[in-house]
């Protein structure tokens, strides 16, 4: 990869460019990345995963079945200062190293394309939409946790929640045995 060319940040999830829109392919929508953790930095409770690196590529993700994502300003290899400790005649000192690392280029094809969003929840014509069932299960995981913390785990309602969740995974199985679900790799392609 060159050094850099463009005049702008990398902004892979959407931080530069108002919030995050593409966590999961857009699955969440554009508030997908907020979170009510106080402990948290302030950007990241506001959705804002930023990446300070200057961006040196362009490029989209793109699957089998021509499911297309936006085109994204994208840093690549740099160099990173890294601390830590060494003893040196019997006092530990702090010693500070440069390391090149990958940019969210190459971490990206590394292990955030495995599959294509699209192409893992469905939605079928006049049939199931398994985006949506993906979120039913996580709201109900919801209600389960919180009848697991106040001791009704096993209570009828509880099992009800869980006998719910088995269903849901069971159309889910079924449409993955059918080929309607499918894990289709992402292939970051480089437009500049």
């Known amino acids: 990869m060159a050094g850099t060319l463009l005049l702008e940040r990398c902004n892979p999830y959407g931080a530069e460019t108002g919030g995050p829109r593409r966590v999961m392919g857009g699955l969440y929508g554009?508030?997908?990345?907020?979170?009510?953790?106080?402990?948290l930095p302030e950007n990241v409770?506001?959705?804002?995963?930023?990446?300070?690196?200057?961006?040196?590529?362009?490029?989209?993700?793109?699957?089998?079945h021509e499911h297309k994502g936006p085109v994204m300003a994208l840093c690549s290899w740099h160099e990173e200062i890294v601390e830590h400790a060494e003893m040196v005649a019997g006092t530990t000192r702090k010693v500070a190293d440069v390391v090149k690392v990958r940019g969210h280029y190459e971490e990206?094809?590394?292990r955030q394309a495995g599959a294509c969003?699209?192409?893992?929840?469905?939605?079928?014509?006049?049939?199931?939409?398994?985006?949506?069932?993906?979120?039913?299960?996580?709201?109900?995981q919801g209600q389960l946790a919180y009848l697991n913390d106040v001791g009704a785990w096993y209570s009828a309602r509880a099992q009800g929640l869980r006998q719910r969740i088995e269903?849901?995974?069971?159309?889910?199985?079924?449409?993955?045995a059918r080929g309607i679900i499918h894990r289709c790799p992402m292939r970051l392609i480089q437009v500049s």
């Open 30 to 39: 554009p508030g997908s990345a907020r979170t009510l953790d106080d402990t």
């Open 117 to 140: 969003v699209r192409c893992l929840y469905p939605s079928v014509p006049g049939g199931r939409d398994f985006a949506a069932e993906h979120k039913q299960i996580e709201a109900i």
């Open 108 to 110: 990206i094809q590394r």
């Open 167 to 176: 269903d849901i995974v069971a159309t889910f199985d079924e449409a993955n």
């Open 45 to 64: 409770q506001q959705g804002e995963w930023v990446c300070p690196q200057q961006a040196q590529v362009h490029a989209f993700l793109i699957c089998a």
